[in-house]
């Protein structure tokens, strides 16, 4: 099973990824479950993390090139293998992060976002688990652990249209993304709805 985690900064995505990680672990042999991250999850990656974060790309459609690049050849060495050996994939980020952060906050394109992933035939995820979270408070959280990368210093308006395209993509596909809200809520409490979440879709599928 492919199960991606999703949401605008400071959501607790990755929080939650990892405690996932090690409860799945816990009924499971060690290899059987992978956790990832995007951009730069696989070994040999040629920086691209640093190349997104630092700032240093002038146009923004190299963003998505660069996302693209990265999500193909982590799709080749790590994502795919693992979905046709039967293991589950837990993914911090993927192609939905790059339709909010890119189609709804730099405002490109979708289609054309969605044709490449297409193109590159990338595997679909069988869940989405969406961190909802408000602007406010997401902003509290990245600026409360200092160090903003780019992305991060784009602004509340930017992220607000960011926040809007994961919205958009939960409404329309809610057989796959389920939303989970995660403001004033702790760690402990949105854990458990992850088991929950996950425990329900099992049973339906």
Known sequence: MFITFE????CGKTTQAKLFFEYLK???KDDEVIFTREPGGFDGEPNFRQILTSGCLKNVASEVFVFMADRAEHASRVI???IKQGKTILMDRYHDSTVAYQC???QLDKMTVDKMFEFAKLPMPDLTLY???SVEDSYARVLNRGNLDSIEKSGQEFMQRVKNGFDSLARD???RII???????SIAEIHEKVVKCYENFIKAR
């Open 131 to 133: 961190f909802e979270i």
């Open 26 to 28: 816990k009924n499971a």
């Open 173 to 175: 596909n809610k057989d």
């Open 104 to 106: 709804y906050g730099r």
């Open 7 to 10: 949401g605008i900064d400071g």
């Open 179 to 185: 939303t989970i809200k995660s403001s004033k809520k």
């Open 80 to 82: 795919t293998p693992a």
